[in-house]
């Protein structure tokens, strides 16, 4: 799987043994089907937008892959003008094309073994995730074992116990390449050096004109990090027929403990949620906010980053004036460099006024 | 009222809410200084299950009401009842019991404007005066999650109408010899199958066998199984043979209950069509169920068709015949019509034809000696019968919200004298643009605004108030007023005669 067929015209030629830390984050964007990716030096920016009001952007960087290598297309005016407008003149220019993204998760789970989520997984990340472990590798599983983690699952979490004994944990390998514009992307995955590989090309589109949400860093009002089970366990916690979801923070808190620092509400018709945090060093890791701060969104856009979250281990929470909210999740990977790898999302808040 | 939970506490309220959301979707909450009563009952009103948490089931339990309630019009009244939906508590409660961040759970009950005092320093609660149940789960490092629940408010409350102790038949077993028994009897796959047994205690041993009805599965398997009274904990019957069929679906969450504590569950039944009654009674919690009765058939005559057995000790037994009358599923639309019609209508406007005069009975006998009966009328609607109405403001421990329960209309509103409006009268009223033909109808108009106005809807139920209010609470004890045949009489005629005789003027919903 190391030969590239044409790799002397490649734009993109990238490696990685596993692709689960890849998939988890391209899963977490999947609530839309297209994206628009962008290939730059430093990584791969996927990015998805929701309503027009939620942009959700991962981060993919070159060192999540064993093999990153970039080489700029020749520019050709009439496809870059206006990726040269979005980009700015670096000095490098992006490769900027739209895929499919359901295709490309699938494609990257073609054995089974990308950690897709089943939703008994799901239930299971949840327990694991309740246990306050961050043990993703040894949670996820292959599709032969499926049937047996389902099992292990009605008794709770025993399974994580159970699973190193399975065997060896498959992997699926993928070299990635990309041969410029209006090539396809093309995905080599392989299980294993003597087991089958698969091709699979996917068309590149023109991109749209993506929505942007511009924000000046230093007007930023509120800047929260917390662990993000925490903010996972709110947001899953608001009954889905709640529409909107107030944020509230209050620098107050500081001075009275007893107050919450941060509150999350939803309401709904049949009643209302509530989640209440302290300004407490396990709860919010940082708290920076000068004045009380309250906005709407509507929940059913906020859901939408449940996914990423759960498969973060940090949030990052930034609220800008007029109510712009950027979540970062700091995504769990195998590499030692955590930060490496991130979702943000940016969504507008709702207009109280209108 | 404020209560706090600790895990063994939440855990065992979970399960209470469990069983309780198999009978109903919503359920009557009431917190007295006896405790915190819960309570619910099928849509078909012919299945009741309450549960009673003492004070000491909690760790912390403190009542206070607030005296300018709005929503609970009970003032003299230490109570506090309203009404939930059972899945959105069960929904809030459930995952507390894995989430092991949660240190305590506390329950609170708020009425609108108490809640807004309580609350006065943030400026971001908007007022409101709805009533609300609280769930507040303090989870570690002082992170606090809120639920609130809309409580409806509900002032019509029934309680099942239990028989005489010195009547009773007892008969105790344990929860799991009963689940194997009931193991042999599959509920049906589709969601509204809801399959019955009969039931035939005799001196010596106990059958069980499936019901063939109407049943349209191709396949129906008939069975029957021969429990020995030794199988039993306690076997006392005392009038045997009786024979007895009940629906499994609450039959079954009330065993999953007993189950899943492991307590053995004790059955009282007197005889068809009164309520066979079960109490689970832990150390943590009272709880009482009724299901509703109607006479079983047992065939005796062998016959060749084969049975299943469940276990070794059990006998083959011949089957039965099929009943002779077809046993409907419960329906309860008709029950719904008739009952919001008649909560609403004085006896006076009732726009059907009335009914050959009916003798105006005592409030609390449940069904007329004697009245029409129709032999067609589904076992089902005959034995809802489990309840009686009892106003909110009696002191009753334990209440039940049934505003479709057919059986108990207002029977309050006795029918005016028929009064003749004169000529001047009538000119009047047609100049007030008003088409009635006598008094009746205008004075039903007149009551129908004042109820609209200022009569709760409790009150519909008047009569009856009195003797619930002077009796003691008159939840396990049989009627004083009925007489001494009510109970024989209220097989097959018990909807219609109660639809008679609660207002004159209405029809019966069945016609003859």
Redesign the interface.
Known sequence: MSQEPNAISTVLSASVHDVRDLAAMLRGLSFSSAATMSIQPAGVEVMVEESRCLIGTAYISAEMFDEFQFTPEAPSESQNNEVNESQGDDLVMPSVFEIHLPSLTESLNIFGTAGGLSSAQMAKKRWSA??GSDDEPSSTTTRRSNAKIVDLNAQGRLDQFFQPQNGEVKKTSLRLSYGGSGHPLTLLLAEDATGPTTTCELATLQPEIPSKFPYNEEEILVWIIMPSI?LR??IS?F?PSCDTL?I?VDPNATQT?SL?AL?L?ASGV?????????N?K??LETFQCQERV?FRYRLNIINKTLRALQSSFKTSLQIFPDGLLRLQFMMNTSRSKKDGAFIEFRCLALDDEA | MEATLDASSLKSLTRALTCISRYGDSMTIQATSDGFTIASANSAASAYCRFLFTPEFFKHYKLQRNADSLTFATPQDEAIVGEL?VK?LL?IIKPRG????VEKIVLEIHDGPEFEKNHGESS?RKSSVES??LVRAHC???????????IDVNTTVMTPRVPDASTESRVTIGSEVIKDILDHFPMGKAMKSDPQLIWHFSGTDVRVRSLEGNTKEVNFVSTELRIGADEFEEYYVLTPPITLKWHLREFNATIALAESINIPIELKFTQPDAPLSIAINTERYESFFAISTAAGEVNEDPESRPTRVGSKRREREPEADPPPQPVRKRSNMVVTTSSARSSVMPSGSAPRQPDPPQPQRSPSTPAAPGADREAASPPFHQSTGIFQNVPPSSNNAFRQPTPQEPLFLPGSQAPPPPALLTQADHAFLEQAGLDVENADELFAMMEDEGEEVDIPPSQVFKPIAPSAQSEPPILFQKEEDGSSTEEDDVEDSFLPSTQARSASDFRPLFDD
Do not use: C, M
Not at chain 1, 270 to 278: M, V
Not at chain 2, 98 to 101: A, K, V
């Open positions: 309740d246990a925490g366990d709110a916690e009954d107030t509230i403990p919450p509150r509400q049949f009643g209302s949620t509530e989640i209440e945090y302290p407490h396990n709860v309250e | 939906k959105g929904a894995l989430d092991r961040s971001t609300k149940f570690k490092h002082g992170v606090i999650k809120t639920h609130k629940l809309i």
